[in-house]
Every structure is written in C-alpha cells, then in structure tokens.
C-alpha cells in the first residue's frame, strides 16, 4: 500500500511525465483508502472538466457526463462553489449536511450504483480553472471521511498545486523559448548568439548556410577562416 511519502513521489514524477498521472490519483486515493482520485477544474465556459483520474473512476465519469448526473451533483452548485476556498478540504456534510444523502438521487441512486457513496476535496490554486481541486471517492460502506483523512488530502494537496505550477511554468519557458527560436531562425540575414567565449549558442537558418565557407567552427569556436 502507498504510503504518503510514496504518493509524493508519484506526484513529481507525473510532473516530468503527464503519463504519471493516473498513478499519481490511485496513490492520492489510497491514503484514505479511497476507490480513485481525479482532478477537476471549473472552465471559463462555467463548465467542470476532469484533467486526470484513477482508472477505477472511468464509469463514474463516463456515466456522469453521458446521463446528465452531473447535473443533479450538489458539489456542483454555483451557489457552493464560491464557498470553496483554496487551501481548504470539503466532505460531504459540508456540502449537503449530516443525514440527507438519501433524499438525494446523485447519493441514493447514482453513486451506489458505480461503487461510490462518499467524497472530499482539496481546492487548490492552479492554471486548469478556478476552482480547481483534488477530489477523493469511496464506496459507501467504508463511511464518510473524517477528518484525519481531511487533513492527510490537504497536506498531499499541496504537492499537486505545487507539481501543477511547476508543469505550468515550465510550459511557458518552452513556448517562449520556441516562439523566440522560431523569430530568430526567420530573419532575413544571418546572425550568430555567442557566449563570451564566441561560442555559438544560437545560429539562425542563413547562418548555417556561411558555416565553412566563411567562418570556422574549429574547437567549438566561431571565428574567420585562416587564409
């Protein structure tokens, strides 16, 4: 079984490599011995999207968007979203109070129905949408979560707000990077970036076409032909 230290890691792994994703979930969900974890964000468009999730949530997700549960889930209530606060954990008698799981159909008939029966989640800050959190569910007969559970997804909450913010980060450098690159290489004449040792760092496209014929590249230096 996962540890918390493991689910760490799993976590900035998946910030290398999105493929780690999903593993990263399933060790979030085993921390409070959870079917499955996704991550979710509120869109411009007002509408949720799942980034990521266990494996064992495809019904539930695949489910809710094809027969409109989505629709009836109280999580989703405008009016309940603006109550949630970054750096907070919600279960769900913060959400519908203690005892009327069954009053409601997306507690009484759907989730039962796809194995579940509780959850809790961690609004976190990120680029995916705001709100954004990490959502946690279980089936019915291990009982609502408590709140050492809470606590143990805020804490583990925290490393995905910081591996998304990492990921953002380094996106942006790279399509900066790209976009000056793709500039630089399009420029009508040729041009050279050295370092202070006048070696090359960037060459543009009609550069390379001067290489040999006009400049040596002799000990990884640019510099005139010897003539």
Same mark, same amino acid.
Request: proline letters at 6%; one cysteine or more.
């Given at each position: 079984?996962?540890?918390?230290?493991?689910?760490?890691?799993?976590?900035?792994?998946?910030?290398?490599?999105?493929?780690?994703?999903?593993?990263?979930?399933?060790?979030?969900?085993?921390?409070?011995?959870?079917?499955?974890?996704?991550?979710? /964000? !509120?869109? $411009?468009?007002? =509408?949720?999207?799942? @980034? *990521?999730?266990?494996?064992?949530?495809?019904?539930?997700?695949?489910?809710?968007?094809?027969?409109?549960?989505?629709?009836?889930?109280?999580?989703?209530?405008?009016?309940?979203?603006?109550?949630?606060?970054?750096?907070?954990?919600?279960?769900?008698?913060?959400?519908?109070?203690?005892?009327?799981?069954?009053?409601?159909?997306?507690?009484?008939?759907?989730?039962?129905?796809?194995?579940?029966?509780?959850?809790?989640?961690?609004?976190?800050?990120?680029?995916?949408?705001?709100?954004?959190?990490?959502?946690?569910?279980?089936?019915? /007969? !291990?009982? $609502?979560?408590? =709140?050492?559970?809470? @606590? *143990?997804?805020?804490?583990?909450?925290?490393?995905?707000?910081?591996?998304?913010?990492?990921?953002?980060?380094?996106?942006?450098?790279?399509?900066?990077?790209?976009?000056?690159?793709?500039?630089?290489?399009?420029?009508?004449?040729?041009?050279?970036?050295?370092?202070?040792?006048?070696?090359?760092?960037?060459?543009?496209?009609?550069?390379?076409?001067?290489?040999?014929?006009?400049?040596?590249?002799?000990?990884?230096?640019?510099?005139?032909?010897?003539?």
């Amino acid at each position: 079984m996962p540890t918390f230290s493991d689910a760490v890691y799993r976590i900035y792994e998946a910030t290398l490599s999105p493929d780690h994703w999903a593993s990263a979930m399933d060790a979030i969900a085993t921390l409070s011995g959870s079917e499955g974890a996704f991550l979710g /964000a !509120k869109v $411009p468009s007002g =509408r949720w999207q799942i @980034d *990521t999730h266990s494996p064992k949530l495809s019904e539930f997700i695949h489910l809710s968007q094809a027969e409109k549960w989505w629709q009836q889930n109280p999580w989703l209530d405008r009016s309940i979203e603006v109550g949630f606060r970054v750096g907070d954990v919600y279960c769900d008698q913060d959400v519908i109070g203690e005892g009327r799981a069954e009053e409601l159909p997306y507690y009484s008939q759907f989730l039962p129905r796809v194995g579940l029966g509780w959850q809790m989640a961690a609004a976190i800050q990120s680029d995916l949408g705001a709100p954004t959190a990490v959502v946690v569910q279980r089936a019915r /007969a !291990k009982g $609502p979560y408590v =709140r050492t559970e809470m @606590d *143990t997804l805020r804490q583990v909450s925290r490393h995905v707000e910081q591996s998304l913010r990492i990921t953002s980060h380094f996106a942006g450098e790279r399509a900066a990077h790209a976009t000056a690159t793709a500039a630089f290489d399009a420029m009508d004449r040729a041009a050279f970036v050295l370092d202070h040792e006048q070696k090359p760092l960037l060459i543009n496209r009609p550069a390379r076409n001067l290489m040999g014929r006009y400049f040596s590249h002799e000990d990884g230096r640019l510099a005139p032909p010897e003539t």
